[in-house]
């Protein structure tokens, strides 16, 4: 299997978490994508596309050996979740499946939130959008505040946690609100369950395997050009 990816290690990968807790981890080729960052390391597109492979164009995107592609976090962590030989990170059914598919909605929310206001930091200060920040801010303290109300009892680690870990983690690494609202803003003041759970989530060996650690491998475009290749190929050869 051929994951391609945004190799930061500044962020939880959530799909290489639920990889290593369903034992796949070693089972994975995995292919450092940049889709906004071109040879001088400018954010555009282009040098790493990936429209042969999906419509969407982004990652993560998970290409099986017989040239299957999947694509969209939450379809690629199910089905590798699903290959698990030990317990699965999604609950079979009841109210501890539905309770972990919200807190998977509210991680990737948390996290698409924080990646829109990361982005448009790359803006000049003058282009910037402070109604976006305005629109985003509450979504994002509101996240927050229901996962701190969570962390004080979390029971598991599940898939619900896998996704608020990966939220969680990139708002703190990346987002630089404090040009246009909360200066020196910190998700840890005022919530100490959160913040508790966070170290002890980031110490499991899932986490630990790739958080803050850079990719050590060929990130080049022409690498990322052979995968895809190597993709369409197995495509044509079924």
Known sequence: MRLFYSPFHRFVHKVLVVAYEAG???KLIRVPTFPFRNLDGDFVSGQYDMSALTPLGKVPC???DDGSVLYGSQTVVEYLDSLSAGERLYPAGGSLRWDALRRLALGDTLFECAVQLSMEMWLPPEQR???LFEWLWPKIEATLDDAEGWARNPHVFDIGAAGL??????LGDEVRADDLRNPGYRWRDGRPALSEWF???TARPSVSSHFNLDYAGDTSPENHRRHVEAVLNAQKAG
Not at 165 to 170: K, P
């Open 24 to 26: 796949q981890w070693d």
């Open 62 to 64: 998970l290409a099986l």
């Open 129 to 131: 959008r402070p109604a």
């Open 165 to 170: 870990l990966q939220g969680v983690s990139y």
């Open 199 to 201: 170290a002890k989530a």
